[in-house]
């Protein structure tokens, strides 16, 4: 995956939070980005999600499914537990059984299998923060971002959190994070970028300790020569959603789906040669899918 020249403001005349970023992310690598607080890590990890679109430049080659855990995660959804995670599961891809079972081993991997019938809105923050970090690892991504994703966790969840987060880059996927503990995973990132006043350096690998637990070594060497074997040259359409049931499996193009950050609405990305079989599909689900907004990368529609 690319971000080829990318710039983000908010706002038409908004100060530029990122410009000019070029960033090779490779498959099966443990990527750390840092930098100190309000510097636009966060807006940087939602371009890579595809939660957010550039002002400019272009991002290719996001693997067809992505995952993602924001800052902050929103808790007051009128669901319980089990069966947002059951929709977030259905919503990714999952059947329906697959996704209950998927849904139940992670929350007991968390130490959360307790509340799978508690409404969200009901939870404690350590244990929404457990139900953000499941529905991100129900189906088995090939991209996971993670915004501070470990913040709020207890210990015990949080090593847990770090052997999930091994295991995905292990199987091939790209993992990028942020946290403000230097000691996360140290000694383990593939790369390691830096965002400060608005652009994106990459620093020099991090040197595995004896003490770091093995992993892929192919990610290792993927990221060392910078190439980036799943590249792909096509746009993405980005359509943000809401309200609809799951969709059936075999759209065509690759459709990603994450939650939005706003905790009501759905981010579904695609090909954009695909994009109008994924439309059909959202408006002919029964009750359909309420369109909020539809763009190409940068470009709103
Ligand atoms: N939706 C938005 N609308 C307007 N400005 C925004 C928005 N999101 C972020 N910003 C601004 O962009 C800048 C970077 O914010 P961002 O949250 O990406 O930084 P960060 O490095 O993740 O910060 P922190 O470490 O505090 O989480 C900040 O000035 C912030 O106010």
Known sequence: MRLDGVGRRYGLRGPWVLREVDLALPAGALVRIT????????????????????????ITGRPARTAYVPERFPAALPFTVGGYLLHLGRVQGLGRAEAAARAGEWLERFGAGAFAGTPLAELSKGSSQKVAVAQALLADPPLLVLDEAWTGLDTVARAELDR???????????????????????????????????RVRAEAAEVRSEASPARSEAGRLRSETGESPSVRADRRVRIVVSGGRALPDGIPGSPSYAPAEDGTTTVCTVDAAHSDALLRALLAARPPWHIHQLSTEGVRV
């Open 35 to 58: 930098g100190t607080n309000g510097t636009g890590k966060s807006t940087l990890l939602r371009l890579i999600a595809g939660i957010d679109a550039p002002t400019r430049g272009r």
């Open 164 to 198: 999930a987060v091994r295991d995905r880059v292990a199987a091939g996927a790209t993992v990028v994070f942020v946290d403000h503990d230097p000691r996360r995973l140290a000694g383990e990132a593939d790369a390691v970028f830096a965002v400060e006043a608005g």
